[in-house]
């Protein structure tokens, strides 16, 4: 379908190019969408096609219904006042539709009652009892709390509450009265007790049958119980969402092709969603709770293969693009392994030979190389870079920071001087004649190897023939950039490394449009970084170990989150704390400052004073996170190690270790973690294997913190969860990629619907990715 974008149009009339285009009468109907980069997107609309949605009784009228319905406001359910609206949009719940699409995040069997004597340590019971005591106590530390005692005639549980109003607690927990008590059930030596459980008084005479009876919502079935109700009651949130259900489910319709359906015995999105929230008598509570029921499993199905459609597309066009299909001649590339001091890795000659066999094909390469910090990148993309010399084409090198980029050039630049290849540096930092220099060298294609940042794709810079884009650390840029360099060359190849080590299931939805590469083993001889953490109480051994190491020779850094000191944050500034170390602690050494802030000439100058050793202790923000190589350095230090990301510590702790000696990183706390907090921390403790610390922060913080933002192209998943979903993830891909196969722009009319509704979950992401 052919699109046409508008630079920031803003008033129409329709430009000519837009009609012819899109082929337009009078007449015609366009839809037009602002894109996230403020481009205009126009679209022909093809309002002749057949039926909407794989159901054919569904007419266009219908649909619009349906969408409305799923927009209305949540005021419009019985008992959502101002506040509770406000309360469930802050939460992400506006409209009806995102209600829907909220799940329970576990489920409680209410369906009959436990007897005591069984109650599960645990577990989630809920059973019925009676008040046999009530005592108010103190505990050593002066704190109140309220011991109740009740039971049936299996046994006795003693609940506790720690918050409660003492008049109102006394007089409801009357001795003799009995009610249905739920709550999880913990273990304290021998005694079995709940804490805080949610109590339902039983009135004088009645039973479970009554209760249920009475609140059937509430008693004899399986109930939801649904997360981020921060401030809201369970039982308010039950009572709406049974509405929503009840009321607008019928209104989510369905898309999946039927043989998908049939092939993966899924069920229709509305049925699916009704079972989901409020499970029929005989679902499987085990199933529920591990979100894997058939309800489950059609909606995590329905978003991954939507996603997976949308990439499928994007890796169709590039497919069919036609590209420049490079000879391999050895020339340079056999030159070079002469030259190196050692042996490619077997993971490195592998993912050369795939490189190349995509670089000999007549379509663009779109490839992915994935790989640990220090297994060896830069090689396989200067390798990769040599091919493309060798067919008389220019290579584009870009990475995320100046650093890295002036890294990236001298390490390159040697070899290639060597080789007898022209290899220009260009960034933003770059000015005047030395810059007009540059960009005419490339223009002219005499600079064989432009490296940079993303001066690279700045509108002024021309290359003469590009035909390699090399992307390094990609996960900093977004899919614009990719787009943009590609747009630099006539469909150049591109190919993209990240040293994040993103597991497969991510991989395969953030670049499932790319072919992916694995570098999965380091080059032999390193000694693998010992890490501990350290609390604030150490503070000076570690600064003994710093002044050790400095006294053998080497060389630490000391890394801090931030740059300056925030008004709201306690965190120690890097530039304060390079004061004070460099006069208060180490006065005999040499201290070293380097941060995002400084300018391209003193970064250069700081990092060149590093690596040349004239500087011992480099303190540094995360602007070092990637790329910097200086074998001397064996210590790093992580002030507020618990504000990091794993993968992003993994890739700080990188930077040392890159010799032949013993390298320590240590981890320094503040000494108030949680739980979790220090559960991760020690996860760098155990194990350098990237790919297993990238799971764990994965399965800790979830996919979108994991990858830092959403430029990383990652989206929100409504109902899939990518940990738990991965074979999912595979059946939706298969069955998309088939899909797109057999109608590569989706023009059939079966798959009518499926286009429309892939332009409406995509919005303008699809178009935009297309030129990605
Ligand atoms: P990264 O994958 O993190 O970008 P680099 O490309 O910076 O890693 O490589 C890290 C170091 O390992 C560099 O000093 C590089 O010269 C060296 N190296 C690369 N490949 C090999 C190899 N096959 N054997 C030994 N050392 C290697
Ligand atoms: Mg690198």
């Known amino acids: 379908m052919p699109i046409v974008k508008l630079q920031d149009t803003t008033a129409l009339p329709l430009p000519d190019a837009v009609r012819e285009a899109l082929a337009l009468k009078a007449g015609d109907s366009v839809s037009m969408e602002v894109g996230d980069d403020g481009v205009l997107m126009v679209r022909r609309m093809d309002l002749s096609g057949p039926a909407i949605g794989s159901d054919p009784a569904t007419t266009p009228l219908q649909q619009s219904i349906h969408r409305k319905n799923l927009a209305t406001p949540m005021g419009a359910i019985k008992g959502v006042g101002p506040k509770l609206a406000e309360q469930l949009a802050k939460k992400g719940i506006s409209v009806i539709e995102d209600a829907l699409f909220l799940l329970p995040h576990r489920y409680e069997d209410r369906r009959s009652l436990s007897k005591v004597g069984r109650l599960r340590t645990g577990f989630h019971e809920v059973f019925h009892a009676e008040v046999f005591s009530c005592e108010a106590k103190t505990t050593k530390g002066g704190k109140h709390f309220l011991e109740v005692m009740v039971g049936d005639e299996t046994g006795t549980v003693m609940l506790k509450w720690f918050r409660f109003n003492p008049v109102f607690m006394r007089k409801t927990l009357r001795v003799?009265?009995?009610?249905?008590?739920?709550?999880?059930?913990?273990?304290?030596?021998?005694?079995?007790?709940?804490?805080h459980p949610?109590?339902?008084?039983?009135d004088e005479g009645t039973d479970l049958a009554a209760l249920t009876a009475k609140d059937p919502l509430n008693f004899g079935r399986i109930l939801p119980v649904y997360p981020l109700t921060e401030g809201l009651h369970q039982k308010t949130l039950r009572k709406v969402m049974k509405e929503v259900v009840d009321r607008f489910s019928a209104d989510v319709e369905n898309h999946l092709p039927g043989g998908v359906m049939e092939r993966h015995h899924l069920l229709p999105q509305d049925e699916?969603?009704?079972e989901a929230h409020f499970p029929g008598h005989d679902a499987d509570l085990a199933r529920l709770n591990a979100g894997a029921t058939v309800a489950h499993k059609t909606l995590a199905f329905d978003e991954l293969f939507f996603l997976e459609l949308g990439l499928a597309l994007k890796r169709r066009g590039v497919a069919l693009e036609e590209g420049i299909p490079f000879q391999v001649s050895h020339r340079y590339t056999r030159e070079l392994l002469k030259l190196l001091p050692f042996q490619l890795t077997n993971a490195q000659r592998r993912v050369l030979s795939e490189i190349k066999n995509d670089l000999m094909l007549p379509h663009p390469m779109h490839r992915l190389v994935q790989g640990d910090v220090g297994c060896g990148k830069t090689l396989v993309a200067l390798m990769a870079a040599l091919v493309a010399v060798e067919n008389d084409y220019q290579v584009a090198i870009m990475a995320p920071t100046e650093i890295l980029a002036e890294q990236h050039f001298l390490t390159i630049h040697?070899?290639?001087?060597?080789?007898?290849?022209?290899?220009?540096?260009?960034?933003?930092?770059?000015?005047g004649k030395a810059k007009t220099a540059v960009l005419e060298e490339v223009a002219a294609g005499t600079a064989q190897i432009v490296i940079g940042t993303h001066a690279v794709i700045q509108e002024k810079v021309e290359f003469n023939r590009l035909g390699l884009g090399i992307i390094d650390e990609q996960h900093r840029f977004g899919v614009l950039q990719r787009g943009i360099l590609k747009r630099k060359g006539l469909n150049p190849h591109i190919l993209v490394m990240t040293a994040t080590p993103i597991p497969r299931t991510l991989a395969m939805t953030v670049f499932g449009d790319l072919s992916l590469s694995v570098i999965d083993e380091l080059p032999p001889g390193r000694t693998p970084v010992e890490t501990r953490i350290a609390f604030e109480s150490r503070r000076s051994q570690v600064y003994g170990i710093i002044r050790d190491e400095v006294k053998n020779g080497r060389q630490a850094y000391i890394i801090y989150p931030l740059v300056e000191e925030s008004e709201k944050s306690e965190l120690k500034a890097a530039s304060q704390m390079a004061e004070h170390l460099a006069g208060d602690v180490f006065p005999e050494l040499r201290v070293g400052l380097l941060h995002g802030r400084m300018k391209p000439e003193e970064k250069e100058a700081v990092m060149g004073a590093f690596k040349a050793g004239e500087t011992d202790i480099l303190v540094a923000t995360t602007v070092i996170e990637v790329g910097i190589d200086v074998p001397n350095a064996t210590v790093m230090v992580i002030e507020h190690a618990e504000r990091f990301g794993l993968s992003q510590l993994h890739q700080l702790r990188g930077r040392v270790g890159r010799g032949s000696e013993k390298s320590r990183c240590i981890l320094l706390s503040s000494g108030h973690l949680s739980e979790d907090g220090e559960k991760r921390l020690r996860v760098m403790e155990s194990t350098n294997d990237g790919f297993r610390i990238a799971e764990t922060d994965l399965e800790i913080r979830g996919p979108g913190d994991f990858l830092g933002t959403r430029q990383a192209g990652l989206p929100d998943f409504r109902v899939a969860n990518i940990l738990r979903d991965g074979r999912i993830l595979e059946a939706a891909r298969e069955d998309a990629f088939a899909v797109v196969e057999k109608d590569p722009g989706l023009v059939s009319s079966e798959n009518f619907g499926l286009r429309q509704e892939l332009a409406r979950r995509w919005g303008g992401r699809?178009?935009?990715?297309?030129?990605a």
């Open 176 to 195: 003799g009265r009995n009610g249905v008590f739920t709550g999880e059930v913990v273990q304290y030596g021998f005694q079995k007790e709940i804490h």
């Open 198 to 202: 949610e109590v339902e008084w039983l």
């Open 272 to 274: 699916a969603l009704r």
């Open 414 to 431: 040697r070899w290639c001087d060597a080789l007898g290849i022209r290899v220009a540096l260009l960034t933003s930092g770059m000015k």
């Open 766 to 771: 699809l178009e935009l990715a297309a030129i």
